[in-house]
């Protein structure tokens, strides 16, 4: 299952005091969910984000249930969930993950030459216009940290 980072900014109106947004912070932790925050007291009033870890691949309604369970922690409800993206560990759910957020599907097979771990991402042909290559290469690399190779087939 793949990771999604979903940012939320606890207080846009910047109205809250420090001590109250770090409680909520404290809260989240303590029900187990995996946050990344800041020191409150270092950063401008309106940009109070913290980052969500939740497992799961449909980001708007782990973004809808990240903000709501942000104002129960809170309190109050004023958070506003942001962007969201993927933690990528370099797995084979992870490039389909990537792939499929092109709208295309895809085969995955892994090999070494001499000591770099090369990836190879088999493409239907009759997908092979819907997205530039390039982007897709650049976006697969990211993901991966590893030479990555798109090669087109009859089928996936």
């Known amino acids: 299952m793949r990771t999604a980072v979903i940012r939320v900014n606890l207080n846009p109106a910047g109205d809250l005091a420090s001590d109250r947004l770090a409680a909520a912070v404290e809260e989240l932790r303590s029900s187990g969910l995996e946050v990344i925050a800041p020191d409150f007291e270092r950063v401008p009033a309106q940009a109070r984000e913290i980052e969500l870890l939740l497992p799961g691949e449909d980001t708007a309604a782990l973004s809808a249930w990240a903000q709501n369970r942000c104002a129960e922690a809170l309190g109050d409800p004023g958070p506003v969930a942001g962007a969201a993206t993927f933690l990528s ?3 084979d759910e992870d490039v389909l993950g990537v792939v499929s957020a092109f709208g295309l599907t895809a085969s995955v097979e892994r090999s070494w030459n001499n000591d770099e771990e090369v990836v190879t991402v088999t493409i ?7 997205t530039p290559e390039s982007r897709l290469h650049t976006a697969l690399e990211a993901a991966l940290n590893a030479e990555v190779r ?3 087939g009859e089928s996936c």
């Open 124 to 130: 239907p042909r009759a997908d092979a216009r819907r």
């Open 89 to 91: 560990r370099g797995t």
């Open 150 to 152: 798109i090669v087109y």
